[in-house]
């Protein structure tokens, strides 16, 4: 079985502030890891991905995610935040070598403050 | 580009009435799935479809149906709305085969509450 934790409900950073969203995940196979941002009564936006290769991957708006097969992260990272990345952020796995689904996390909060 | 259309955005049921959610997308998409969005839960797929005429189970499809006549809709049906039901309802799709790579493209939901 596949599944994914997002350990911090609600992270707060200050605007200019390095921003990091936690992700850990455990699968049998091989993982293909997202990130998505949902806007207050929006759908989830697609951030960025790993499926295979550099560990770092680059996605939209500054976003960047490290994969880490030792530690089963994924955390999501950005070098200084902006007030207008406040959203829900969701991280995503599907298990290359069982699951056709993508399962969730819970969601992590993130304010940045002016 | 419309992408994926949800009706309604916003519905308020009495307990055992029926509806069904409308999703359309003009990606030509050929999976489409529905997920429910609860407070401190993440999503939870209901139903999926990898193609038109074939549907299958999620991980919480008790009380919904789904049907994939065409490739463009997929509609999710409440038979008996229950206030378990009340939830936001998000329709996602994508490519399959050997052009997937894995995102969804999300609807903008439809907020369902049932009294």
């Known amino acids: 079985a596949q599944s994914v934790a997002q350990p911090e409900d609600q992270v707060n950073v200050a605007e200019g502030n390095p921003l990091t969203v936690k992700c850990t995940y455990s699968?049998?196979?091989?993982?293909?890891l997202f990130w998505y941002v949902q806007y207050p009564n929006r759908g989830l936006q697609f951030l960025l991905k790993?499926?295979?290769?550099?560990?770092l991957v680059k996605g939209s708006y500054g976003f960047e995610a490290e994969f880490n097969k030792s530690q089963t992260s994924f955390h999501l990272k950005k070098p200084s935040a902006l007030v207008s990345d406040s959203a829900l952020y969701f991280c995503?796995?599907?298990?290359?070598?069982?699951?056709?689904?993508?399962?969730f996390g819970s969601g992590t909060q993130l304010t940045v403050l002016p | 580009n419309a992408g994926v259309t949800q009706t309604p955005k916003f519905q308020v049921l009495k307990t055992g009435q029926s509806m069904t959610l409308q999703c359309a997308q003009d990606?030509?998409?050929?999976?489409m799935s529905w997920y429910r969005q609860d407070p401190g839960m993440g999503l939870r797929l209901i139903h999926y479809?990898?193609?038109?005429?074939?549907?299958d189970q999620g991980e919480v499809p008790n009380g919904y149906n789904v049907s994939r006549s065409t490739t463009e809709d997929f509609p999710l049906r409440l038979l008996s709305a229950a206030p378990s039901q009340t939830s936001v309802y998000f329709c996602?799709?994508?490519?399959?085969?050997?052009?997937?790579?894995?995102?969804?493209?999300f609807g903008e939901g439809s907020r369902l509450t049932v009294l």
């Open positions: 996602a799709s994508k490519l399959q085969g050997a052009l997937n790579t894995g995102e969804l493209f």
């Open positions: 995503a796995v599907r298990d290359t070598g069982s699951a056709r689904q993508l399962t």
């Open positions: 699968v049998s196979g091989n993982p293909y």
């Open positions: 479809s990898v193609g038109a005429g074939i549907t």
């Open positions: 790993y499926i295979t290769g550099d560990n």
């Open positions: 990606m030509n998409h050929e999976y």
